[in-house]
């Protein structure tokens, strides 16, 4: 039911997240390399908490990961950890596409102002 | 065949002038028509002035040596240039290692080719070398590119990789950047060596190992950054 409850709450998100690699790959603004890579990565997260009961039993077996079963607030951690992956994620690529704009602008607007001081 | 010799400069004031008489001299009398651009990265001194024998761009804003250089390489894209030249603006780069380095890229081929001082370390200081390796080992690790010296100012590019490469680092991290994405584009990346002059000057204005830092921070960032682009 755990495990269930976990799978429910992340399900949203990962879909989101490769909804947008599939979205930016078909709009070509991603390689295919980019692509398989990003898609890989997203697979092995759903992977993972799909298959989180049986991980959580392996993992259970070693002294230093050994804990009491999942509780609600590791079901949160770990959807809030899964959200927050993918907000920063997106903040950092919008940051970083603001970023080479910019650089663009100043590099274009520097060399126009070059040229036109050539001129005069 | 139309060459471009692009000088990112800041506050090389005393340097500069010196630069482009070398460069313009050197490639005199020979078979390129060549163009000197001094990219002046927003220096406090008189270094776009000193430098009025070359086409100057004047950055409005601080980029650093990897802004400063890709606003150089753009400008030769815009211009149609055949192949570029990068090379510092302290004076450490001789004008007729540029020439070898570029008639080296034409013989072989080569789409990027660095002027490697790596490979005779005449007059490099100890510290400096350990520095240089350093990045190289660091480069080669992160990013699977075996050269001699990833940091070195003087490259050649061809046309095709003046239209490809594109980097995001703005600081010295640019070059080892641009490397990775040389090889990602399986653009023929080579090397020639070079002879450096260490001067007090070249020496004072150079980057400091503590500066590698930072470069290996940026890098390692950059490295994982990519993982979920």
Known sequence: MRYALLLLLTA???????????????MKRISKPRFVQQ????????????????????VNDKPLLYSKGLSLLDILQTT??????????????????????????????SISLSSRNGKS | MKIC????????????????????????????FCEVVVVNDQSTDKTAENAQKATVINHLINQGAGGATSTGLRYAELHKAN???????????????????????????????????????????????????????????????????????LRIFSQKAIDILEWKSTGYDFCSEMLWRAKKANLNIAEHPIQAIY?????SKGQSNWNAVNIVKSLVRRRIVEMFE
Not at chain 1, 12 to 26: D, E, G, R, S
Not at chain 1, 39 to 58: E, H, K, R
Not at chain 2, 108 to 114: P, V, W
């Open chain 2, 5 to 32: 010799v692009v000088v990112p400069a800041y506050n090389e004031e005393l340097v500069i002038g010196n630069v482009v008489d070398d460069i313009k001299e050197t490639f005199r009398g020979t078979k390129y």
């Open chain 2, 199 to 203: 001067t007090d000057y070249s020496k």
């Open chain 1, 12 to 26: 949203p998100t990962v879909l989101m997240a490769l909804l947008n690699i599939f979205t930016q790959y078909k």
């Open chain 2, 83 to 153: 192949w570029v030249i990068t090379l510092d603006g302290d004076g450490q780069h001789k004008a007729s290692d540029a020439l070898s380095c570029l008639e080296q890229a034409i013989r072989i081929d080569a789409d990027l080719l660095i002027g490697s001082r790596l490979i005779n370390k005449k007059g490099m200081s100890k510290v400096k070398i350990l520095g240089n390796r350093g990045l190289t080992l660091i480069t080669y690790l992160l990013f699977g590119i075996n050269v001699t010296d990833s940091q070195s100012g």
């Open chain 1, 39 to 58: 898609f890989m990565l997203w697979i092995l997260i759903s992977t993972l908490l799909l298959a989180s009961f049986p991980v959580y039993n392996l």
């Open chain 1, 80 to 109: 809030a950890i899964v959200y927050l992956v993918y907000i920063i994620n997106n903040f950092r690529r919008k940051i970083e596409q603001n970023e080479r704009t910019i650089r663009d602008l100043h590099q274009e607007i």
